[in-house]
């Protein structure tokens, strides 16, 4: 009975999680009301929503506005054990925060499944849905194929709804993975990336000091290659903006189990100009 929507791990999808069992799921006329308040591009009138299951124990439906669909489930349940552990359990936010996401008693899951092509835009579309279902409750969001988990905060005001097209959110869409190998050591992996058709990345830290340096390595690749469309494959180096550093993908050769994402991953390392191979 706890079991989300089942979800094809290339389309985009999020659970809400909720500290209570009463869904208190909205009228049919103030759902499309709360989405339309977020921008002017749509009206109320023009926003469908359809159920095909909606009582106390469970719902199911379809909410349309634009060019996007968004299917809607949810259960007076937690998630699943294993959803947990490998969203909210190693996403990084404070321990207590975590916490309190983890004891949810209730979700409710939304699958994108619209029409338009742009991933930012069908992630959008998903936190509009989430903020017209939202209330104080709400405990966080959990994405299922970023391995990921925030809490509210304002990361559902309309404001911040609207900037993630200038800025993608990443520390709400990415998943940021450590993997240790012993008490000092780790891998760090992104997760996610596939959804906006972006290698996966991977790199060993050795010190807590280069996690920060890594983090904002992962974000500028990903910036290079979402924004350029630049395909990259094992052996090709990048160099760091103005910097005079440079970084050489290569293939995962440990712990592929682990590193490996549904449209591959690329390990990157710091090498010296002089290591390039003209």
């Not at 409710?108 to 409750?137: C, K, R, T």
């Not at 990903?222 to 970084?247: M, P």
């Amino acid at each position: 009975m706890s079991e989300p929507l089942t979800v094809n791990e290339y389309t985009p999808a999020i659970h809400l999680v909720f500290s209570d069992q009463d869904f208190r799921i909205l009228a049919n006329h103030a759902l499309p009301q709360k989405i339309a308040s977020i921008e002017s591009t749509v009206e109320p009138e023009n926003i469908s929503v359809n159920w095909s299951v909606k009582n106390p124990n469970a719902c199911s439906g379809e909410i349309h506005f634009k060019d996007h669909r968004v299917q809607v489930a949810g259960l007076p349940a937690p998630l699943p054990k294993a959803i947990i552990d490998r969203t909210i359990h190693v996403s990084l936010w404070q321990p207590q925060i975590k916490a309190a996401m983890r004891q949810h008693l209730s979700h409710l899951s939304f699958v994108y499944n619209g029409d338009n092509p742009d991933p930012v835009e069908q992630m959008i579309a998903l936190y509009e849905v989430a903020y017209a279902f939202g209330n104080e409750n709400l405990l966080g969001i959990v994405n299922e194929q970023a391995w990921t988990a925030h809490p509210v905060a304002d990361f559902l005001d309309p404001g911040k709804l609207i900037s993630y097209r200038q800025v993608i959110p990443f520390k709400l869409w990415v998943g940021y993975v450590k993997f240790y190998v012993d008490k000092q050591h780790y891998w760090l992996v992104t997760k996610g990336h596939h959804i906006f058709d972006v290698p996966d990345l991977a790199a060993f830290v050795e010190s807590e000091e280069d996690f920060e340096k890594i983090m904002g390595q992962f974000i500028n690749i990903f910036n290079y290659l979402y924004n350029n469309d630049v395909v990259v494959t094992a052996g090709d180096t990048v160099e760091i903006q103005q910097t005079g550093q440079y970084l050489r993908f290569s293939e995962v050769t440990e712990y592929p189990e682990f590193l490996m994402g549904p449209s591959g991953t690329l390990v990157i390392e710091a090498i010296d100009a002089n290591d390039i191979t003209p």
